[in-house]
């Protein structure tokens, strides 16, 4: 049950191809990441951030080791392993369900617990109004992908999602290109109020939106570059 505590992790060696005949997208790259710390993930388009988060979390097929809190990859089950991450993906694809399953996948919470989690989740990220404004509210059902839901709004159930789980570590990929300002304001928020023990890696083009990350790793030509701050990069 205590595993991962405190979200420490280590890459060694991590390659991923797409195609067998083509070039590595990313190429025996190596770096770790304090339990706790918040790095900033760079690169170009195309450069492989995405690539890299779903090697994170074993959504592609991967060579190299990856371990969390000294656990390897290679010991845990899948399932076991993704729980120790939140994720808010770039683009999302919401399940066939109702909010409240989408919110808590595994069923924890009942409205009672934690003073009502659909509060404190989803006030935190300001979803709550957005859910009501459906008929059923939290048990209203999406489907389609959450077609009705904007991409900036599935985000925010992500990452409600992620809070709600306990995750240690989270991911979250270009969050920027779809919320606002303010939006991104809430997200801020959220990261210190939330997630303030939780390791991040938060993916971007720029660098203004990681002006509060401890690290940075830019990724450039299929390898990775560490960085202490933002002044080297
Ligand atoms: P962006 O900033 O646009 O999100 P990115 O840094 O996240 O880009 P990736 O999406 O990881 O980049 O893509 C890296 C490379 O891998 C690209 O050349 C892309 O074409 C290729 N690629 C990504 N997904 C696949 C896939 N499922 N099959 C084949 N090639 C892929
Ligand atoms: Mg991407």
Known sequence: ??????????VQGLTVNYTEAGRSVLSDISFSVEGGQSVGLLGRTGSGKSTLLSALLRLSSTDGEISIDGVSW????LQT???AFGVVPQKV?????????????HGRYSDESCGGW??????????????EQFPDKLDFQLVDGGSVLSNGHKQLLCLARSILSKARILLLDEPSAYLD?????VLRKTL????????????????????????????EGSSIKSYDSIQRL
């Open 1 to 10: 049950d205590y595993w991962p505590n405190r979200g420490q992790m280590d």
């Open 74 to 77: 290679s010991s845990v089950s």
């Open 81 to 83: 392993w993704r729980k």
């Open 93 to 105: 694809f919401i399940l066939t369900g109702t909010f409240r399953m989408n919110l808590d996948p």
């Open 118 to 131: 659909p509060r404190r989740g989803n006030e935190e990220v300001g979803l709550k109004s957005v859910i």
């Open 181 to 185: 300002p303010i939006t991104l304001q």
């Open 192 to 219: 210190k109020q939330s997630f303030y023990s939780c390791t991040v890696i938060l993916s971007e083009h720029r660098v203004e939106p990681l002006l509060e990350c401890q690290r940075f790793l830019m990724i």
